[in-house]
């Protein structure tokens, strides 16, 4: 990044003081720089934008500004100044460019630096800075971005739910006893709300197995640091043992 920061001719101007008084200043135009800052941001306001520019991430891209200032100009200082030292007197305007869409949660914004202005010993980095709505979207087919998410099938005819009871997942209907026909089909046709329904279940099924799993994981490691040990076969056993048992009771 070094030597990539340039700026235009100095420029000597005057400003007002309350008491009439007037006081020099100096606007050093900057004329390129390697590259934009970007950053993202939760509100398209110049506060927010201002306080997001004094965290530490973005200190050596203005760091590297005042390298190159200082030594571009440097005959105009009376003393030999730090790029630290100078940082520690700035603070910053913005222009902005309001974004279109003022609904979404982020926003991609992109700083420019404009002028740094000395006034009075303290110094003032302008900025121009634009926003775009930030999202990430993949290049999927309109089908695939739409169609339902689902968790990975379960292996057992039967969960544990939250409560500690066994939820049978065989209640939908067969092929042969639904409406809505078989499965197989050679092009694309819209589900009955029948199939609609079951579908929904069954992923309700799957997703509550896949919640009452990781319960147990928990469930077994807050076991083993209390007591230091788990018999996962007897406690596998002692479970289909008691499964048979309520499903001879059932029948």
């Known amino acids: 990044m070094s030597g990539a920061w340039t700026f235009s001719p100095i420029q000597y101007v005057k400003r007002a003081n309350p008491d009439g008084t007037q006081s020099p200043g100096y606007i050093f135009g900057i004329t390129a720089v390697p590259v934009p800052l970007e950053m993202i941001v939760k509100e398209a306001t110049t506060e927010h934008v201002v306080a997001r520019l004094k965290e530490g991430e973005f200190v050596p891209y203005i760091a590297e500004g005042y390298t190159q ?11 030999s100044y730090t790029p630290a030292q100078c940082m520690r007197l700035t603070s910053h305007t913005i222009q902005m460019s309001p974004p ?3 609904t979404v949660d982020e926003y991609a914004c992109t700083l420019i630096p404009k002028s ?11 900025w121009a800075a634009t926003f775009e709505p930030f999202g990430i979207e993949l290049a999927l087919e309109e089908d695939e971005v739409t169609a339902p998410a689902t968790v ?9 739910g939250t409560d500690g009871q066994i939820i049978e997942v065989d209640d939908i209907e067969s092929i ?5 026909g078989p499965s197989f089909r050679s092009g694309p046709a819209i589900p009955s709300d029948r ?10 099924f799957r997703l509550r197995a896949t919640l009452a799993a990781v319960r147990a994981e928990r469930a077994l490691e807050r076991y083993i640091e209390k007591y230091g ?17 309520d499903a001879d009771a059932s029948d």
């Open 229 to 245: 040990d788990y018999d996962i076969e007897s406690s596998d056993s002692d479970a289909t043992s008691a499964y048979t048992t």
């Open 195 to 204: 199939q609609t329904r079951d579908r929904r279940r069954v992923e309700e």
């Open 176 to 180: 042969d006893d639904a409406e809505s």
């Open 69 to 79: 200032l200082l030594k571009a100009h440097a005959r105009h200082f009376t003393k």
């Open 116 to 126: 740094i202005i000395l006034f009075g010993g303290r110094f003032t980095l302008q």
């Open 100 to 102: 279109d869409d003022s």
């Open 152 to 160: 990975p099938p379960q292996n057992s005819p039967a969960v544990a």
